[in-house]
């Protein structure tokens, strides 16, 4: 399984190319942060990794990917629905027994630092505590392919720290995953960023990526 972009350009009609001759490789694990000022190109990267748009030149490869999940960058749910009910639906849609999705669930949110909040409705939770809950919710509907939007973009500055320091969980799932953020508190908590000005892949050593969420250095 693994996603090869080769010689990959892309312009909208009658406008610039947002980006020429792109070439990367990703595989599971990786977890990529797509970086540059706004109009660099990260979403519509996103919507050509999701098959949603086609390239106007170059090839992107989707080899082996079956399961795809987008989280956007406004997260969205069900007021009358707690955290748990959202987390383990993926599962419920699948035909899991309540009582099985909602163990499976806890283990995610636990992840996440959300069991504190399982049982309560997501009208009552904070920004942070949704788009946590959303990337745990993604996580357990067990994508390949998982692709996340500005998740700090709506967020006050302790929300965003705690949601950036979530992004390196998403690495531990066997998933490839790309995260297009404006905060580098977002692209540290990476293993690679690729940098839509330079067209640079970038590996991150362990030592200058964030900690994980509820750990320290």
Same mark, same amino acid.
């Given at each position: 399984?693994?996603?090869?972009?080769?010689?990959?350009?892309?312009?909208?009609?009658?406008?610039?190319?947002?980006?020429?001759?792109?070439?990367?490789?990703?595989?599971?694990?990786?977890?990529?942060?797509?970086?540059?000022?706004?109009?660099?190109?990260?979403?519509? #990267?996103?919507?050509?990794?999701?098959?949603? /748009?086609?390239?106007?030149? +170059?090839?992107?490869?989707?080899?082996? @990917?079956? !399961? *795809?999940?987008?989280?956007?960058?406004?997260?969205?749910?069900?007021?009358?629905?707690?955290?748990?009910?959202?987390?383990?639906?993926?599962?419920?849609?699948?035909?899991?027994?309540?009582?099985?999705?909602?163990?499976?669930?806890?283990?995610?949110?636990?992840?996440?630092?959300?069991?504190?909040?399982?049982?309560?409705?997501?009208?009552?939770?904070?920004?942070?505590?949704?788009?946590?809950?959303?990337?745990?919710?993604?996580?357990?509907?067990?994508?390949?392919?998982? #692709?996340?939007?500005?998740?700090?973009?709506? /967020?006050?500055?302790?929300? +965003?720290?705690?949601?950036?320091?979530? @992004?390196? !969980? *998403?690495?531990?799932?066997?998933?490839?995953?790309?995260?297009?953020?404006?905060?580098?508190?977002?692209?540290?908590?990476?293993?690679?960023?690729?940098?839509?000005?330079?067209?640079?892949?970038?590996?991150?050593?362990?030592?200058?990526?964030?900690?994980?969420?509820?750990?320290?250095?």
């Amino acid at each position: 399984m693994r996603i090869v972009a080769q010689g990959l350009t892309h312009a909208f009609a009658q406008r610039e190319p947002l980006f020429t001759d792109l070439s990367f490789t990703a595989v599971p694990g990786d977890v990529i942060g797509l970086v540059g000022p706004s109009g660099a190109g990260k979403s519509t #990267l996103l919507s050509l990794l999701a098959g949603w /748009l086609e390239p106007t030149g +170059g090839t992107l490869t989707r080899q082996g @990917i079956d !399961r *795809l999940t987008l989280v956007t960058q406004n997260p969205h749910g069900v007021a009358g629905r707690t955290a748990l009910d959202h987390v383990a639906y993926p599962k419920i849609s699948q035909g899991a027994r309540r009582k099985v999705a909602n163990e499976q669930a806890m283990q995610f949110l636990e992840k996440f630092q959300l069991t504190s909040v399982a049982h309560t409705l997501y009208g009552r939770l904070s920004g942070g505590e949704r788009q946590r809950m959303l990337l745990a919710r993604a996580l357990m509907g067990d994508p390949q392919l998982l #692709l996340v939007d500005e998740p700090t973009a709506q /967020l006050d500055a302790h929300s +965003g720290d705690v949601v950036s320091k979530s @992004i390196a !969980r *998403l690495g531990a799932q066997s998933a490839i995953v790309f995260v297009a953020t404006h905060d580098q508190r977002v692209s540290n908590s990476c293993t690679k960023v690729l940098d839509l000005l330079t067209l640079e892949l970038i590996d991150q050593p362990v030592a200058h990526r964030l900690p994980l969420l509820g750990e320290t250095h």
